[in-house]
């Protein structure tokens, strides 16, 4: 009984969670603390705490989470597959759809008008992230004496090294860790 009333709850978080996975805890927590009252509200949190310092996406971790605390291994299969069944479906309509009507010309009209959006988007995470790493938290005023100048080195100096070199990201990121690591041990701050 538990396992379905557990399926059901996840269901429905993973088909109304729109906007990322930090959305879907409000809809867990309604679901299993608030509606079926499987969980304490104290438990509820240090789970999500757990989540959210777990790699991988947080709604995925808190379904983990949850399920292996209130029924086991079947939880966790349950609970996870309740979570990405219903954006699995979606996908999956949407991947048929798009299939069978790709060669109609509206359908690639569409898209290519689309393309420049998401273009912008991901531009604009880049910008925004990039002045959050240099001038600090969201909504400092970008001046010269807010800049974080280690920061804008490293950044200069990691961006060069790729363009010149191409080493793996994964390398750029371990050491520019370390570089900043290393200066902000040795200036302070």
Request: charged content about 10%; overall charge neutral.
């Amino acid at each position: 009984m538990i396992l379905l009333r557990l399926f059901f709850s996840f269901i429905q978080v993973g088909l109304f969670s729109v906007g990322g996975g930090y959305a879907a805890i409000p809809l867990i927590q309604e679901q299993i603390v608030n509606i079926h009252g499987l969980m304490t509200l104290e438990e509820f949190t240090d789970l999500i705490t757990v989540a959210e310092m777990t790699p991988g996406p947080i709604s995925i971790n808190s379904a983990t989470f949850v399920g292996m605390r209130l029924a086991g291994i079947w939880g966790v299969l349950i609970c996870s597959i309740g979570c990405i069944l219903p954006s699995f479906c979606i996908c999956l309509i949407l991947a048929y759809v798009y299939y069978k009507y790709r060669t109609v010309g509206g359908v690639q009209t569409v898209l290519s008008a689309l393309r420049p959006a998401v273009v912008a988007l991901i531009g604009s995470a880049g910008v925004s992230i990039l002045m959050l790493g240099l001038f600090g938290h969201e909504g400092a005023a970008y001046t010269l004496d807010n800049l974080k100048w280690v920061e804008l080195v490293i950044f200069v100096v990691c961006l060069f090294i790729l363009r010149k070199y191409k080493p793996s990201a994964v390398a750029i990121i371990l050491g520019s860790g370390v570089v900043g690591t290393l200066a902000y041990s040795i200036i302070g701050g």
